[in-house]
């Protein structure tokens, strides 16, 4: 069993940053992706960010491209994805998952555990 605890979410003006942490406990031995996902209204989810943990290679989406980082403490315990300069197009419920290898870490549809979930929001 994996428990992922996101925090850091919040309201920022538009060119703002936030940087999220997603706390990671349990065995997670067995999977070899985390990542950032995220979800607007009536929208469907969709990857931010990713990280292979063996290697640590990293993956973004076209949310994350350029603007945002993900990264991961040595521990392995903390998942954080920075985000620069976040626009009007950026306010969703932002997801930590863990799971199972796939092309660049975005298949949702590979992903076991999930976190509750943290809101952004960006004002103008």
């Known amino acids: 069993q994996v428990s992922l605890v996101e925090s850091g979410g919040g309201s920022v003006k538009s060119g703002g940053s936030l940087k999220l942490s997603c706390s990671i406990s349990?065995?997670?031995?067995?999977?070899?992706?985390l990542g950032w996902f995220r979800q607007a209204p009536e929208k469907e989810r969709e990857p931010v960010a990713s990280?292979?943990?063996?290697?640590?290679?990293?993956y973004f989406g076209g949310p994350g491209q350029g603007r945002f980082s993900i990264s991961q403490d040595n521990a392995g315990n903390t998942l954080y994805l920075e985000m620069n300069n976040l626009q009007p197009e950026d306010p969703a419920m932002y997801y930590c998952?863990?799971?199972?290898?796939?092309?660049?870490?975005?298949?949702?549809?590979?992903?076991?555990?999930w976190g509750q979930g943290t809101q952004v929001t960006v004002s103008s």
């Open positions: 998952a863990m799971g199972h290898s796939s092309p660049r870490c975005q298949a949702i549809e590979r992903n076991e555990y």
């Open positions: 349990g065995n997670t031995y067995l999977y070899r992706c």
């Open positions: 990280l292979f943990t063996l290697n640590k290679q990293t």
